[in-house]
């Protein structure tokens, strides 16, 4: 019988050592809780690193082991491959690339070399797991040479590929030595999936202009092989979000975060440290706003989490000291004795408070300068089961394509987002009701399972479809 695998760079637990013993915490990320349905049900499994490194050989068979109980198959990555592979050519070479910010790109071939050594090393692991007829499904960019990898051993192998990230136009990947290769990598499967259809175009072209392979409608005819590209806007854990909003947990913390905050108008803004989330952008903004409205001086405030994110990178410790000097400015030149501009947290919250944040803000900021997708703003808009609450979206963020009902704008554009910042504060309740409620019905409907869903659907369409063209 065949299996279904799922490959990404870490598994959905994350290892921890603790005196000299290590344990697993599962993630919580959204992504996990949509593929929980499918790597939990029979034969299935997920393969990927497990997050820490491991070198006594005996611990990692234990490892192994346990992981087996919970489905999963882990591939072991050494400090060096962590360093090249990982912070190296995943967040120093693709990460800037993909999402536009070319001065950041490393060009470096130790790099590339070990990009290429552990993308193989991901390929043994699930060789030594899968059957010829297996569905596997890789995602995101650390893994772009994988779906070749396999084809080579397992051509009848159902392999599919979905990008987190923005697909940059082909002015960008043609700056890449590598482009070829990586490009190469991504066609051994027989679908590959964006958020947007922007995405799906960029990376069309890309593989017309580079490796001459031309498609109809979303279609390419690669070696005997089709392969379908197309959007899949990734959705998130509705009900978990408007549950979380309306549940004992959540809203105990609303009321103790509130009777602390006083009665104020709240911004949220939730990131991970990067700079593609144009987290100093958004300080300048409100920083300009507090300026240019004094009478919002002690009525409004912003919680701003950053959550660290690959802080050996060099780019992201400059990063995380030009915010702290930003919100030093702010909260130095405007605060008083009972207010406080900016609450700033560089640390992540559990999951209720999370929620309690989203719940009790008036104002979700989400800017980006790029972003595949954004599932913050849509976690916001579950949030809000009384309805009311405004979201701000960068045109930048794959998910401005569907939320159209929020005040979109250009984050480079700091006047811009000043005045959507005091449209938002002025926003009738009638609105804000309006806006949200027709956001959450397609929010709703299109969740993560459904996403889950449409693209194995879509799989399997595309399997038929070139077993029909084989026998004709
Ligand atoms: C990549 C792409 C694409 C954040 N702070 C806390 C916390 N979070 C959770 C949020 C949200 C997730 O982290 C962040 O997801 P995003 O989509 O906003 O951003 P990336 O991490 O950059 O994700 C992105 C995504 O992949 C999926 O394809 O949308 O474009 O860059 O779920 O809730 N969770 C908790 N505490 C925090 O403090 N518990």
Request: proline share 4%; glycine share 6%.
């Amino acid at each position: 019988m065949s299996k279904t695998i799922i490959v990404s760079n870490r598994l959905p637990i994350s290892l921890q050592h603790k005196n000299g013993k290590f344990e697993f915490k599962p993630s919580a990320g959204g992504l996990a809780t949509g593929l929980g349905s499918i790597y939990k049900e029979g034969e299935n499994i997920w393969v990927g690193w497990p997050g820490n490194d491991v070198a006594d050989e005996e611990q990692r068979n234990e490892i192994v082991d346990e992981l087996k109980k919970l489905k999963m198959a882990p591939v072991f990555l050494t400090k060096k491959d962590v360093e090249l592979y990982y912070e190296g050519f995943s967040n120093e070479t693709i990460w800037p690339a993909f999402h536009y910010f070319t001065q950041y790109i490393n060009y470096e071939d130790s790099y590339w070399e070990a990009y290429v050594r552990v993308n193989q090393k991901f390929c043994d692991t699930i060789l030594a797991k899968a059957n010829p007829e297996d569905t596997i499904w890789v995602h995101d960019y650390q893994l772009l040479l994988l779906p070749m990898m396999l084809r080579n051993h397992l051509p009848n192998a159902t392999i599919a590929f979905f990008q987190h990230i923005p697909f940059p136009s082909y002015e960008i990947i043609r700056m890449l030595p590598w482009r070829k290769e990586m490009l190469e990598g991504m066609v051994g499967s027989d679908l590959i999936g964006f958020h947007t259809y922007d995405d799906m175009r960029h990376f069309l072209s890309s593989v017309g202009r580079i490796l001459g392979l031309s498609n109809e409608s979303g279609f390419i005819q690669a070696d005997n092989r089709l392969i379908n590209v197309d959007a899949f806007p990734m959705g998130i854990d509705y009900e978990k979000f408007s549950k979380a909003a309306e549940s004992k947990k959540t809203l105990n913390h609303v009321k103790k975060f509130k009777e602390m905050l006083g009665d104020q108008k709240l911004l949220i803004t939730i990131d991970r440290l990067d700079y593609s989330k144009g987290i100093p952008q958004r300080i300048k903004a409100f920083t300009q706003l507090l300026e240019d409205h004094p009478e919002f001086h002690g009525k409004v405030s912003m919680i701003m989490v950053v959550v660290p994110s690959r802080d050996k990178v060099r780019s992201y410790q400059v990063l995380k000291e030009e915010i702290d000097t930003l919100v030093g400015g702010i909260n130095s030149k405007f605060s008083t004795l009972n207010w406080v501009p900016v609450h700033y947290f560089y640390r992540s919250f559990p999951f209720n408070e999370l929620s309690a944040f989203y719940t009790m803000s008036d104002i979700a900021l989400v800017t980006p300068l790029r972003d595949g997708m954004n599932l913050v703003c849509k976690e916001f808009v579950a949030s809000k089961t009384h309805k009311k609450g405004v979201l701000i979206l960068s045109e930048m963020a794959g998910a401005s394509k569907e939320l159209v009902d929020a005040i979109l704008v250009n984050p480079n554009n700091q006047e811009g987002v000043v005045n959507a910042i005091v449209e938002a504060l002025s926003m009738d309740e009638e609105e804000q009701e309006l806006r949200i409620s027709s956001m959450q019905s397609s929010l709703k409907k299109y969740d993560i399972f459904q996403w889950v869903k449409v693209f194995m659907d879509r799989l399997k369409h595309v399997k038929e479809r070139q077993t029909e063209l084989e026998s004709k």
